[in-house]
């Protein structure tokens, strides 16, 4: 029953990322900087950062319980699904009106989940055990 529940909320997250690729967001996140001129971080890259990071710290949670998303390789199939999403998101973006595809806005998908793997295997160093690594 748990498992179910952890399953279904993954999947309706992973959902309600794919999308929101296709609504257009217009307003202030993409205004707002961060930092001196010569390095500008936009608010929305830092929200990129932390939607994938959240995913992966939702995937560490539910090892931590012994759920997992799937039975067999469970790490190596988030990871795919993850950088799958990080990258669709951004490219289907080409074909979106009102949508525009960033390469900042990849590398920040990506820097997220990179950042998360790296909690994981911080994790797993300490002796949690990641079904599938």
């Known amino acids: 029953m748990l498992t179910k529940a952890y399953r279904s909320i993954f999947w309706t997250g992973?959902?309600?990322v794919l999308v929101t690729t296709f609504i257009p967001i217009a307003g202030s996140l993409n205004e707002i900087n961060i930092g001196p001129e010569s390095f500008q971080i936009r608010l929305?890259?830092?929200?990129?950062i932390a939607v994938y990071f959240f995913i992966c710290m939702y995937f560490l949670a539910?090892?931590?319980m012994k759920i997992?998303?799937?039975?067999?390789?469970?790490?190596?199939?988030?990871?795919f699904l993850i950088i799958f999403l990080a990258?669709?998101?951004?490219?289907?973006?080409?074909?979106?009106?009102?949508r525009a595809f960033n390469?900042?806005?990849?590398?920040?998908?990506v820097t997220g989940?990179?950042?998360g793997m790296g909690v994981i295997?911080?994790?797993q160093s300490k002796g949690y055990r990641v079904q599938g690594t």
């Open 121 to 123: 295997r911080g994790a």
């Open 14 to 16: 992973y959902l309600a």
């Open 62 to 64: 539910g090892t931590k």
């Open 103 to 109: 390469i900042f806005d990849l590398l920040s998908n």
């Open 68 to 79: 997992y998303l799937f039975d067999n390789s469970p790490f190596k199939k988030f990871i």
């Open 87 to 98: 990258i669709i998101t951004e490219m289907v973006q080409l074909w979106v009106p009102d």
């Open 113 to 115: 989940v990179i950042a």
């Open 44 to 48: 929305d890259h830092l929200l990129h």
